[in-house]
């Protein structure tokens, strides 16, 4: 049973949780937010070997894959159906939980896995400089979440790219490539293109052009082929920017420069919790914001089942987005509660400057409480995988 403590609360009209409690437990509670959480993000242990402020993170493999495997069997029935969830994770156990995801979402939901440069220095003690971590993403329908995911906003670097050189009318574009692979090519995909200067282009060995013959002639006459300033070039697709899409498409790999890193978000968290023990590994909130462009909208809830230090529903409340968060230790007032207190007082750390957060808002906490007894679930040694990275 899950009972409201106001003293930690920020009352609105908010539905908003952060609940202290097992997860293994709290996740039993949350029936009602089947196929209704639109986003689930989770960092949990890694089980790396490692020794962290707030935590060991040291357990045999066989434990690790099992709590993570259970935890992940609750997590599944909340997901919307256009819903996904990413799980932050390292080299240790990568491979182990790639299995057992998809296992147990199957392996069709599989959608990518996300390369972060969660440092950006050089570590010299260790044979290799590990720089890197992962995140898994599952859907709970892949071809849905295709449709309804966003595209990325496009940055100064994109825009820097189109340039109006011959001053069309249309206004500002770039050049793309005007031939493919020739794999699946077909006989009228082969021909020679004459440019305006006279000069004579086929395409490279193994390519074809990605037109057929008329489609050429005729995207030439309309002026969307470029040639270069002296009409000598091999041809190129013009793609104007009154006419592409709204954003663009994510990739892969996300850079400590543009989603932030581990020292990114220390100095955060410093910053809020002065003399405080910090987190060893939190999650910055720019990392956390990319996820949330990529998966939500506004008034989507979002589910975090390990809170650790709250860098997701801080993220998360000012992007204006619902949330549920959920963490055993006494750290989920420490830390995520005064987190979340400062993020509706308005601080301006994080996100906080890119999207002029200026406060507001709220939300309610809530204590698991044993359903047979009075005893608390703090009051009881879990042996269930309890995160403290974020």
């Not at 000069?199 to 193994?206: D, S």
């Not at 809170?307 to 230790?329: E, P, Q, V």
Request: net charge neutral.
């Amino acid at each position: 049973m899950l009972e409201k403590i106001d003293k930690y609360s920020v009352f609105v009209d908010t539905e908003n949780k952060i609940i202290h409690g097992d997860s293994f437990n709290v996740l039993d509670e949350l029936s009602q937010y089947n196929n209704k959480v639109k986003c689930i993000y989770i960092d949990p242990p890694y089980n790396n070997g490692e020794k962290y402020t707030h935590y060991d993170d040291q357990s045999s493999h066989e434990d690790w894959i099992n709590n993570i495997s259970e935890i992940l069997y609750k997590l599944k029935p909340l997901l919307s159906d256009n819903g996904s969830i990413w799980i932050s994770i390292d080299d240790s156990e990568v491979h182990y939980l790639k299995v057992a995801a998809d296992k147990i979402f199957g392996r069709e939901k599989f959608v990518t896995t996300i390369i972060w440069q969660q440092r950006t220095t050089r570590e010299n003690r260790k044979v290799f400089s590990n720089n890197h971590e992962y995140i898994l993403v599952y859907a709970a329908n892949k071809k849905l979440f295709e449709k309804t995911r966003n595209l990325l906003p496009i940055t100064e670097e994109i825009l820097a790219r189109y340039k109006n050189p011959d001053n069309d009318p249309r206004g500002l574009w770039q050049s793309v490539s005007a031939n493919v692979q020739a794999g699946h090519a077909v006989a009228s995909q082969f021909y020679e293109i004459t440019s305006p200067s006279g000069k004579k282009h086929l395409p490279p060995n193994g390519r074809c052009w990605v037109y057929n013959e008329s489609r050429m002639l005729k995207e030439i006459d309309d002026k969307n082929i470029w040639f270069g300033t002296n009409g000598n070039c091999v041809p190129r697709i013009k793609k104007f920017l009154v006419t592409a899409k709204a954003g663009v498409t994510p990739e892969t790999i996300w850079l400590g420069k543009d989603v932030g890193t581990t020292k990114e978000a220390k100095k955060h968290i410093l910053k809020l919790f002065h003399n405080m023990p910090v987190f060893d590994t939190p999650k910055p909130e720019r990392l956390i914001q990319r996820i949330l462009d990529i998966a939500t909208n506004e008034n989507d809830l979002v589910l975090d089942a390990f809170l650790g230090s709250g860098s997701t529903l801080s993220t998360a409340h000012k992007m204006n987005r619902k949330y549920i968060g959920i963490d055993i230790g006494d750290h989920i007032i420490d830390y995520a509660v005064k987190r979340l207190q400062l993020v509706v007082q308005g601080e301006d750390g994080g996100i906080s400057k890119d999207i002029c957060w200026e406060g507001g808002g709220g939300f309610d906490f809530y204590q698991l409480v044993k359903k047979h007894n009075t005893v608390r679930t703090q009051d009881i040694k879990s042996i269930a995988i309890s995160d403290r990275r974020q």
